[in-house]
Every structure is written in structure tokens, then in C-alpha cells.
């Protein structure tokens, strides 16, 4: 899904103006990845929670040699009422 279809979508579903829906998600994609990187993870009751992995002397899968310094990524662990929704419960 596009971000323009996640904004029409709302804005249709909840009836509130485009301009303001694109305001809230603006905010929201700039605030999750910086709290991220502030406290290392951002739970989200009912829907999941973002965690910040840190690997030190990680290797590139590609080629195999040790990449120099840490490397982070971030992983998403679904709640249980998420897993419910998306498995008919």
C-alpha cells in the first residue's frame, strides 16, 4: 500500500480532510523511527511493538566479510490482537 492510499483510505473511513490525515501521518512516520533510535523500542498497545537490534561485528550476507563497527536494524513483533485480526479470531 502506497502512503497517498493509506491517506485516502482514512481520510474516507474516518471523514476527515486529506490535508489533516497527511498532517497526522506525517508526524506519526518521523516520530517512530526517532524514538526508535532515542530509547530503542516503541510498543504499541493492540498493535505491536518496534525494537531497535543492535549486532556488533556483523558479517555482509552477500559476501561473507566482517562489517566494521555495528550495525542496527529494526524488527516489528505484532501483538496478539494483531495476530487475532489478521487470523480471523
Do not use: C, H, W
Not at 502506497?2 to 508526524?27: A, P, R
Not at 523511527?33 to 550476507?61: C, T, Y
Amino acid at each position: 500500500m502506497k502512503k497517498q492510499d493509506l491517506i485516502n483510505t482514512i481520510s474516507e473511513l474516518s471523514e476527515v480532510k486529506k490535508s489533516e490525515v497527511t498532517k497526522v501521518l506525517n508526524t506519526f512516520f518521523d516520530f517512530i523511527p526517532n524514538k526508535v533510535k532515542e530509547d530503542g523500542e516503541v510498543q504499541l498497545v493492540g498493535f505491536g511493538k518496534f525494537k531497535k537490534i543492535v549486532r556488533p561485528n556483523a558479517r555482509n550476507p552477500k559476501t561473507k566479510t566482517k562489517v566494521e563497527g555495528e550495525i542496527s536494524y529494526v524488527s516489528f513483533s505484532q501483538s496478539q490482537t494483531f495476530k487475532d485480526i489478521v487470523n480471523n479470531k
